[in-house]
């Protein structure tokens, strides 16, 4: 297996995975409700590629998994992610550092992470935890930390990012009639 940063040559590929596994995440009881995923059109997964982070796993010159992390202005024009940049900015959001201590999470010295898209068929082989350590590898020399959000319905997500990649529950809150969980993962750490 190969992970590794991807490139404008991957772009087909990726916006053709986006279109088909966008609510991949989801447990299948979820799906074509009131809960989506996260989709991003071929332009924005070119401006990720470009100017951020968007990590492939790949077996066989075949795509089975992908992670996504992002600057906070990116994702500006979404309203979520403006509450959630508010949110920073007021709150005092502490993460447990462990053997260095709390570290204050903010606009600055974090990134958005996510999402993550893992094939079915590698699902439980270890390579989620690979996906997020490799890119906080990537992130690290320019944020501290990357932060998330994850909605409460989404226990599967949930579980992962917290057994699996290693995030913290900062907060709960609620947008547009929905509860999300606030996570976030020092990039110095271990996974």
């Known amino acids: 297996m190969v992970i590794r940063l991807a490139t404008r040559a991957d772009l087909d590929a990726i916006a053709a995975l986006e279109a088909n596994q966008w609510e991949a995440e989801l447990a299948p009881d979820q799906r074509g409700g ?3 995923g996260q989709s991003f059109s071929r332009q924005q997964l070119d ?3 470009q100017n951020h982070w968007l990590l492939l796993a790949e077996v066989g010159g075949e795509i089975v998994g992908y992670v996504i992390a992002g600057r906070w202005p990116f994702f500006g024009d979404w309203p979520l992610y ?3 940049l508010k949110r920073l900015e007021a709150g005092r959001f ?3 550092r462990f053997e260095m201590g709390k570290g204050i999470i903010s606009v600055s010295n974090s990134c958005q992470y996510g999402p993550i898209w893992i094939a079915p068929s590698q699902r439980g082989s270890g390579l989620f935890a690979e996906l997020v350590a490799k890119l906080k ?4 020399p320019q944020y501290s ?3 998330t959000f994850i909605a ?3 226990e599967r997500s949930f579980a992962a990012h917290t057994q699996k990649g290693g995030m913290q529950v900062l907060d709960f809150f609620e ?3 929905r509860g999300y969980y606030l996570l976030a993962v020092d990039t110095a750490g271990a996974v």
Do not use: P, S
Not at 137 to 140: D, L, P, S
């Open 175 to 177: 947008f547009d009639g």
């Open 47 to 49: 401006k990720l590629i």
């Open 137 to 140: 590898k990537e992130v690290a």
């Open 145 to 147: 930390y990357m932060v």
């Open 34 to 36: 009131m809960m989506t």
């Open 82 to 84: 403006r509450y959630l």
């Open 94 to 96: 502490e993460i447990d």
């Open 152 to 154: 409460e319905e989404n």
